[in-house]
């Protein structure tokens, strides 16, 4: 079998870590499998450098980051290279190359104060780097052949910086020039996460938790018969169980129910990385490195029906809902399509539309950090409205969505009662709601106070601590 496996940053988030990262991904291709490692930056240092770039354009450039980062990865290195020097020193060389070029741009960045997506990229793109050449030398004290693959020689990109996505007909062709030569040879090369380039070679990254989204990118360019996700929880579960301690982990789920969960805040799955997966039907698991024996989480086409309907319950924070209202709203065709015309202008993501059916208010959640902006552009695009007195309101409010899940509410009666009669008892106000025809989600906008209680008590009222 052909396996891509992908590290998250608490996987190789210290020495010991990516020996153990090595030991799955060499006891794999023991068994006579093709592995491909895709690896995260080690835990915490994309924040670092994102903070960095930030604070350098601010003019506020502090010398010690670059150093702390060379002293973590060059000790990560000795201590894995196991008293090989030559290895060592490959490791170490390419990781001082790249804290190098991380001091020089914010160096730079502290005199132009000027921070572009395009730079923010080079810089945050650098964590994976640091992380590639360590993970390369722990396969390799292990006694099999590896090298360390940076994705901007693999994955094709759009150069839609901090967003990128992956041109998939040259990303086939790349991948089969640099990744699969390595595999002929027997040996398990490992490849940066989060990070691509443009046809033109110019460093562009995928988005924060993407290197969950580098791997499905990198299966599917190199025809993996499976995708492993490795963490630090037993694979998907009912809830974020940091939020819900009873949450228990999904044996089996949807592609669907997948990205589903992924886009309403699942955070154990960049919410694009089921689509490459999905399409050429590779089966996603999703399994736990601090306990790899747990059977985890495994992603088919069918899922696993579930008794009650709801599968799983998430929340996104950090979202505010825009609405749009006034009493002369009705019947005034073309409101709705102005408003999201703005939206799409902006280049907002909409996680959910609700509107009454009085017509007298519209209204949609999207990520607090473009709500300003869009605000001013409704007001902009619809003065003519406001003029007359047709719309009287276009406001943001903070809120947080949470979202009941499952492929199987489909045609099962009761949900949204069962919904609504949770949140009731609990003293939940609910602002709005979404169904999607597909009835695979129930999205509720609440307080952000309210969302760790609405989703703990969604869990209970769909029994979802217990067995399927
Ligand atoms: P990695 O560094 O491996 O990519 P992440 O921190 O991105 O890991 O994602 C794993 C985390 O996702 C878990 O530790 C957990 O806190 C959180 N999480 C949120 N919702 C869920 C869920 N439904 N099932 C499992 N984990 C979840
Ligand atoms: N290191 C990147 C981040 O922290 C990508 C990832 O870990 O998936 O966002
Ligand atoms: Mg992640």
Redesign the pocket.
């Known amino acids: 079998m052909r396996i891509v496996m992908?590290?998250?940053?608490?996987?190789v988030g210290s020495a010991e870590r990516i020996a153990e990262a090595a030991k799955l991904a060499v006891a794999s291709a023991e068994q006579g499998h093709e592995v491909v490692v895709v690896t995260?930056a080690m835990?915490g240092v994309t924040n670092t450098l994102i903070d960095a770039a930030q604070a350098a354009a601010k003019g506020q450039w502090d010398q010690t980051i670059a150093q702390k980062l060379l002293e973590r990865h060059r000790d990560a290195a000795s201590a894995l290279a196991s008293g090989d020097g030559s290895r060592e020193s490959t490791a170490v060389d390419s990781i001082a190359r790249r804290v190098d070029r991380f001091e020089k741009l914010c160096f730079g960045l502290s005199m132009v104060h000027e921070l572009t997506p395009r730079l923010l990229d080079a810089i945050s793109g650098t964590g994976e780097m640091l992380a590639a050449p360590l993970v390369a030398a722990a396969i390799e004290a292990r006694g099999r052949t590896s090298c360390a693959i940076e994705a901007t020689d693999v994955i094709v990109t759009t150069d839609h910086f901090g967003g990128a996505e992956p041109l998939m007909d040259e990303t086939r062709r790349q991948a089969a020039a640099t990744v699969l030569p390595v595999l002929a040879k027997g040996g398990i090369p490992v490849v940066t996460g989060f990070i691509g380039a443009t046809a033109d070679g110019v460093l562009t990254t995928l988005g924060r938790?993407g290197?969950?989204y580098s791997a499905s990118i990198v299966g599917a360019a190199i025809d993996a018969d499976e995708v492993w996700?490795?963490?630090?929880?037993?694979?998907?579960?009912?809830?974020?169980?940091?939020?819900v301690p009873a949450?228990r982990?999904?044996p089996e789920i949807s592609y669907s129910e997948a990205s589903e969960?992924a886009y309403y805040?699942?955070?154990?799955?960049?919410y694009k990385t089921i689509l490459p997966a999905f399409r050429q039907r590779i089966p996603v698991r999703?399994l736990n490195?601090f306990n790899p024996s747990d059977r985890g989480t495994r992603v088919t086409v069918e899922g696993h029906p579930s008794a009650t309907g709801v599968k799983?319950v998430?929340s996104i924070r950090g979202v505010s809902l825009i609405a749009v209202s006034g009493t002369g709203m009705q019947g005034i065709p073309g409101i709705v399509a102005k408003a999201f015309d703005v939206v799409a202008e902006e280049q907002t993501n909409v996680l959910m539309i609700s509107q009454a059916s009085s017509e007298n208010n519209m209204c949609f959640v999207i990520n607090s950090s473009d709500a300003a902006r869009v605000v001013k552009a409704l007001h902009s695009a619809l003065e003519v409205e406001v003029m007359r007195g047709n719309v009287e309101e276009i406001v943001a409010q903070p809120v947080a969505v949470v979202a009941a899940i499952g492929d199987h509410m489909r045609g099962t009666p009761g949900i949204a009662a069962t919904v609504f009669g949770a949140l009731g008892g609990q003293g939940i106000n609910v602002i709005a709601i979404s169904q999607g025809s597909s009835e695979r989600n129930i999205s509720l906008v609440v307080e952000e106070k309210d969302a760790s209680a609405a989703v703990r008590a969604l869990h209970d009222a769909f029994h979802l601590e217990k067995t399927a």
């Open positions: 992908k590290f998250g940053g608490t996987s995260s835990s938790g290197s969950d996700i490795w963490t630090d929880v037993n694979g998907v579960m009912t809830a974020n169980p940091n939020e949450a982990t999904l969960l805040g699942a955070k154990v799955l960049h999703i490195s799983a998430t």
